[in-house]
């Protein structure tokens, strides 16, 4: 399988990874890509928060990344969001979306 386009930006020594979420999934984790961006699932549910948190957890570990280096940037109440990944090259992200998405192939 090809690696979806995903529209990352490099900004200084951080990337800016577009996320498409789905809140109330039965599984969590990457499971596609969506209009250029990552679809991240969680069970969590969109109130309060928590389904905002779950992402972040999950797009920690699906890019081997310390909780603290990733922050929500933009679509705190959307399901298209933008996260920062800090401290993390844009070929390290590229390198592992590959990663990710061969393991979508399987």
Same mark, same amino acid.
């Not at 020594?13 to 984790?29: I, S, T």
């Given at each position: 399988? &090809?690696? #979806? /386009?995903? &529209? =990352? ?6 990337? =800016? $990874? #577009?996320? +498409?979420?789905? #809140?109330? /999934? *039965? +599984? ?11 679809? @991240?699932?969680? !069970?969590? @549910?969109?109130?309060?928060? *928590?389904?905002?948190?779950? $992402? @972040?957890?999950?797009?920690?570990? /699906?890019?081997?990344?310390? +909780?603290?280096?990733? !922050? =929500?940037?933009?679509?705190? !109440?959307?399901?298209?969001? !933008?996260?920062?990944? &800090? ?8 390198? +592992? $979306?590959?990663? =990710? ?6």
């Amino acid at each position: 399988m &090809s690696v #979806p /386009a995903i &529209s =990352l930006v490099a900004d200084g020594g951080d990337v =800016l $990874l #577009p996320v +498409r979420a789905q #809140p109330g /999934a *039965k +599984r969590v984790g990457v499971v596609g890509e969506h209009g250029g961006r990552l679809k @991240v699932a969680v !069970t969590a @549910v969109a109130e309060k928060g *928590k389904a905002n948190e779950a $992402l @972040v957890e999950s797009v920690a570990e /699906a890019f081997g990344l310390k +909780r603290s280096q990733v !922050t =929500l940037v933009s679509g705190q !109440t959307s399901n298209q969001k !933008t996260f920062r990944l &800090s401290r993390v090259s844009i070929e390290v992200v590229q390198s +592992r $979306l590959a990663e =990710l998405f061969e393991g979508l192939a399987r």
